[in-house]
């Protein structure tokens, strides 16, 4: 019964709860900091009311930090980490609690080479002590100790005990009174009893499933979460159209009494349907269903989820194009900013697949009306996303609001951009300033002014190099804009992006050259050998390349730093720009190609080695054969953005007709397979979260179908 719990053995006082405490050789133990002598002070720490927050903090990181490991200390913690559990005198009891499930956690997931031997021992002796807990009188205790019990099971000594922890998760959800908290269990026993490293019981498993089951008929937020739960048994379960009523009825729950607190689910309504959402991937059409059902909801909060939801559907399979667009799109007239919003981000992100709702989207371009939802400042009005989304199509009619805001007050993008992975749920990502510039280099001319506006009146140096950057994306048509970079780099200024805007920018940067010779004869170091320097040098190094430097000047530098391993490949970068006059640097070259794809192989330094050698000498002899496999990777579990660039090089290689017939049939077969897999993929070729995973995934089908057009010739 609820509170009537017996506590933990030893708990009563906060003394009595660390009783032994001493009795531990911690100095002995290890933590993520090293030697676990502070240990129980910290734990002393976190039974004074006093110290506790600082404690706990302290505490936390020493034992679990980042994960990837169990450590010594955490396995003797665990016994006086339950006591305070149980002590209804220490504050936080469930923040302890949490803190031991993360550690069962990573004591399942971690290789069995990273975890305490002594760990299996104490989780096994201390799990009766927890599993009391799920009686506590406060259901903050009983819902973290759910989570603890249900996610702490796994590989190892304790295996056989999962059937007892289902027994008391099912009795506890038979005496709790509250509903998140029995939401909160029906989640708990599906994470419990769906498989592991280690299977679960099948005994426990159909004991797991009958009872999620028999929760169907229930409360809408149980009948979602035992619906979710019964996935995990059965990621192959597709939900019938009987569960879709209840499910969008639990979706659609704002009650804080139903969410608030459940460790699988955000209580936001905004995120919760993205979020459970992922749980039915494979399930095309009703996951189409789910957006259809949510994005009408009453509540804007929900709608915003739902083209949320819509955009990681989208973003899974390309098939739901024409079925899902129109329902995102049908949001850009919604009533609340924040709805509107997100819905003109998500046609920014699906570029060209968009394009046919372009009028809707310019219809908002004076739309500033505040957007609560978003990753962007304070400020952040609609229509920030109608520009992006024009811009992402090179609309022309956002050219003269985009040069209004570059010579006003706000641009409504960010300084710095944020990137990230996340391909389960799609994320809202603000794009930087340079990033939309970048996008409509085409109006270059007409935007200029208002981009040496910026450089001239930027505040910070993060603000000057965003600018730079758009400079450079812009290249040649930038050309007017020299003497200001100019002005930025003789005070130190952005020196980096200042190089590669001026390499950018070509030849007609040519007055530039004084500048960067200057730095380039100061060599790649400084005294102390400085990074700083050497990334200074080898900018200043290629944009003098580019824009016609002395090549045998440039020519003895590279190949000095040819010979530095940790140099090889911004090496071959800089020989590249130099094409045929780095011919004497041909060799040099060859080696780190041939030595990039031995042994361990890095995939970067054989792209930077294989292009120079292309550029520099014009022969293409082996270079398909070393560049094809790493763009094949680009239709693996996690394309990285080296597979794009190779991408890139071979559209280049085979552009040239000598190239083109030298490539043999298997080399032909190969590009031709990968093309088509990329071609007939039906999800997104890129971890990049968000709107840029899009964009990567847009340029790869692009170079995969113009190398497929090329083989075909």
């Known amino acids: 019964m609820i509170g009537a719990h017996p506590q933990a053995e030893g708990a009563g006082a906060p003394g009595s709860a660390l009783a032994g405490l001493d009795d531990v050789p911690w100095s002995t133990l290890g933590h993520n900091y090293g030697a676990a002598g502070d240990v129980p002070e910290l734990l002393r720490g976190v039974a004074d009311p006093q110290r506790r927050d600082a404690a706990f903090g302290e505490l936390d990181n020493a034992l679990y930090h980042q994960g990837g490991w169990v450590c010594s200390a955490a396995s003797a913690a665990v016994p006086f980490l339950l006591r305070l559990a149980a002590d209804p005198t220490v504050a936080g009891r469930f923040e302890l609690v949490g803190l031991l499930g993360t550690l069962a956690e990573e004591a399942r997931l971690a290789e069995p080479r990273f975890v305490d031997a002594g760990w299996p021992a104490a989780w096994d002796a201390g799990r009766p002590q927890l599993l009391a807990l799920l009686a506590d009188p406060q259901p903050e205790v009983r819902m973290a100790t759910a989570v603890a019990v249900a996610i702490g099971a796994g590989p190892g000594p304790d295996t056989g005990q999962v059937g007892v922890v289902l027994e008391r998760l099912v009795a506890a959800y038979q005496e709790e009174p509250l ?79 139903a969410w608030g607190g459940v460790h699988w689910v955000s209580s936001d309504p905004a995120r919760r349907l993205p979020h459970l959402g992922v749980e039915f991937l494979g399930d095309l059409d009703r996951q189409i269903q789910l957006v259809a059902g949510m994005v009408g909801a009453a509540g804007p909060a929900n709608r915003f989820g739902a083209v949320l939801f819509g955009a990681g559907v989208l973003r899974a399979d390309r098939s739901a194009t024409d079925r899902l667009l129109p329902l995102v799109a049908g949001r850009l007239a919604d009533p609340d900013p924040s709805v509107r919003s997100v819905a003109a981000h998500v046609l920014a992100a699906v570029g060209g697949r968009g394009a046919g709702y372009a009028d809707q989207v310019a219809a908002l371009l004076a739309d500033d009306a505040p957007v609560g939802y978003r990753t962007a400042a304070d ?302 993929a039906v999800g997104c070729l890129s971890t990049a979260a968000g709107w840029r995973g899009l964009v990567h995934d847009e340029a790869v089908r692009a170079t995969a179908a113009a190398l497929l057009a090329l083989v075909d010739e």
């Open 179 to 257: 509903l998140n908290a029995r939401v909160g269990l029906v989640f708990a026993v599906g994470d419990l009893a769906r498989q592991r490293p280690a299977p679960v019981p099948d005994e426990v498993r159909v004991r797991a499933g009958a009872w999620l089951r028999e929760r169907l008929g229930q409360q809408p937020p149980v009948a979602l979460a035992a619906t979710v739960a019964l996935r995990w048994l059965d990621p192959t379960a597709r939900l019938t159209a009987d569960q879709l009523t209840p499910v969008l009825a639990g979706l659609g729950h704002d009650d804080e009494s």
């Open 379 to 680: 400020d952040a009005v609609v229509s920030d996303d109608a520009v992006f989304a024009l811009a992402r199509l090179g609309d022309p009619r956002v050219v003269p609001v985009l040069l209004e805001r570059l010579l006003g007050g706000r641009t409504g993008f960010v300084a710095v951009a944020v990137h990230s992975e996340d391909r389960s749920v799609f994320t809202v990502c603000t794009p930087a300033v340079d990033e939309v510039l970048a996008m409509v280099g085409a109006h270059a001319t007409v935007l200029l002014p208002g981009l040496r506006h910026r450089l001239r009146t930027a505040r910070t140096s993060r603000q000057r190099e965003a600018y730079v950057r758009a400079a450079a994306a812009w290249g040649a048509a930038a050309e007017p804009l020299v003497d200001d970079l100019l002005e930025l780099a003789a005070r130190g200024d952005a020196w980096c992006p200042v190089a590669e805007a001026i390499g950018r920018i070509g030849p007609a940067a040519h007055r530039a050259l004084p500048l960067l010779e200057r730095r380039v004869a100061q060599g790649p170091t400084s005294a102390d050998g400085s990074p700083t320097m050497d990334r200074e040098w080898t900018a200043a190094v290629q944009a003098a390349a580019r824009i016609g430097g002395d090549p045998a000047v440039l020519r003895d530098w590279i190949g000095t730093l040819l010979t530095r391993p940790n140099q090889l490949t911004v090496a071959c970068r800089a020989a590249g720009v130099l094409g045929p006059a780095g011919a004497d640097l041909a060799d040099p070259i060859r080696a780190t190609l041939e030595r990039a794809g031995a042994g361990d192989r890095d995939d970067w330094q054989q792209l930077a080695a294989a292009t120079a050698l292309w550029r520099i000498t014009g022969e293409s002899s082996g270079l398909v054969a070393v560049l094809a496999p790493v763009f094949a990777k680009v239709t693996g579990a996690r394309p990285l953005p080296v597979a794009r660039a190779a991408g890139g090089v071979l559209v280049e290689l085979l552009g040239s007709a000598r190239t083109l017939a030298a490539l043999t049939d298997a080399e032909a077969t190969d590009l031709r397979a990968t093309c088509r897999a990329v071609a007939g």
